[in-house]
Nanobody, 113 residues
């Protein structure tokens, strides 16, 4: 199992970013995928989940209505569209396959004016 996150950066409050997670080493279309994040000095927390077909999603209350998780099974990639970003969204964002203990290197998202 390997996942590689990308798409992070510095954005102003209210701005948007789209994160990508390229997966390999397993049958991508058979597994749900999740996004997590870890802010400085805090524990890693759940952000969003999508099932293997993309037909079911789940979000943390803190991002509901602002973030959208999606996937492209033909490209073995899961996305996180982040809109209306707030300073408290600043964190390293990670994706993970359901049932796996493998984490990628993460991608840094910084929301600051």
């Amino acid at each position: 199992v390997q996942v590689v996150e990308s798409g992070g950066g510095l954005v102003k409050p209210g701005g948007s970013l789209r994160l990508s997670c390229a997966a390999s080493g397993f049958t991508f279309s058979s597994y749900g995928m999740s996004w997590y994040r870890q802010a400085p000095g805090k524990e890693r927390e759940f952000v969003a989940y999508i099932n293997n077909t993309g037909g079911s999603t789940n979000y943390a209350d803190s991002v509901k209505g602002r973030f959208t998780i999606s996937r492209d099974n033909a490209k073995n990639t899961v996305y996180l569209q982040m809109n209306s970003l707030k300073p408290e969204d600043t964190a390293v964002y990670y994706c993970k396959r359901f049932g796996s203990v493998t984490w990628g290197q993460g991608t840094q998202v910084t929301v600051s004016s």
